[in-house]
């Protein structure tokens, strides 16, 4: 997957090419997360996809803190 090519360590944001547009308020993206299955977001707000990004992050950071 993407986050692998590029050899990332964090998360990644792809957005479908053909939803992804100034203007809009809409987006459809994928989130990458290392050692995890992708997450295809359906078309949704801008802000509903920023609110999915922040629990994601809020996700990894609680089971980091656990560790």
């Known amino acids: 997957e993407g986050h692998e090519y590029f050899n990332l360590r964090g998360i990644s ?3 479908d090419n053909t939803y992804a547009a100034f203007g809009t308020d809409t987006n459809k993206v994928t989130i990458f997360i290392p050692k995890r299955k992708s997450i295809k977001l359906p078309l949704m707000s801008k802000s509903d996809v920023a609110a999915r990004l922040v629990d994601e992050v809020a996700k990894l ?3 980091q803190k656990k560790k």
């Open 13 to 15: 944001v792809s957005p």
């Open 61 to 63: 950071l609680i089971k």
